[in-house]
């Protein structure tokens, strides 16, 4: 069983989507064994209680310093002893500390096909650009905002006159299939990270079999 463990800042539907496909038996090796949020209340947390996973809340709000914060939240991510880290959803850079306790083995979720749009409001981005197709990327974090070696994309098409709303609703519906394959190929053993040829940057093959 792979232990994964969520970091969400909000509504959690990439989050809710990950647990239906465990329960379901899609992603059938996998255990979801914590949730960590960086505020109270969110949709999120409501999910991971429903489905009896563990909850630390860790408000950023509430730390006098960014490296309080983020001691904290290593500490936690720490007590969960995750085989894989999935970000779904939260709004916060990880520093290098936090990426390299976990060495290839946080995953992302990003509303853009990478290495187009990223950041904060990448829908927004891509609707401002006048972009006719989108999509969205799963990703191992490394360093960097949103660089790290890429696992899967799916690209969407944006209809024309489409608002940043139907552009956002039109990606998540897509983000949430794609996050669940990229977990079900990590935990099948699939993901085969690698320095491309100019050893430049990492990026990932998928194994066949
Ligand atoms: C998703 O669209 C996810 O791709 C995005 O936040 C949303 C969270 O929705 N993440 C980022 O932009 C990360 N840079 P959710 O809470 O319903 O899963």
Do not use: W
């Not at 999509?135 to 944006?158: N, R, S, W, Y």
């Not at 669940?180 to 079999?209: D, G, H, M, P, Q």
């Amino acid at each position: 069983m792979y232990r994964l463990l969520a970091l969400a800042s909000g509504r959690g539907s990439n989050f809710l989507a990950i647990l239906n496909a465990i329960e379901s038996g899609e992603i059938p090796n996998a255990k979801m064994v914590g949730l960590i949020t960086d505020r109270e209340n969110t949709g999120a947390e409501e999910h991971a209680k429903k489905y009896q996973v563990p909850v630390k809340v860790i408000p950023f709000k509430n730390y006098p310093t960014k490296d309080d914060f983020y001691q904290d939240l290593l500490l936690a991510a720490k007590s969960f002893e995750p085989d894989l880290i999935l970000g779904a959803g939260f709004m916060r850079i990880l520093p290098p500390e936090f990426i390299r306790s976990f060495p290839d083995r946080i995953m992302n979720i990003h509303p853009s096909l990478l290495p187009a749009f990223p950041g904060m409001n990448a829908q927004k981005q891509a609707y401002e650009y006048g972009v006719k197709v989108s999509g969205c990327t799963v990703h191992f974090m490394d360093e960097g905002v949103d660089t790290g070696p890429i696992i899967l994309q799916k690209a969407v098409e944006i209809p024309e006159g489409s608002s940043v709303e139907e552009i956002t609703q039109l990606i998540l519906k897509e983000e949430h299939q794609l996050y669940i394959k990229a977990i079900k190929l990590f935990c099948e053993n699939k993901l085969v990270i690698e320095y491309n040829t100019s050893k430049t940057r990492k990026i990932v093959r998928i194994k066949s079999s």
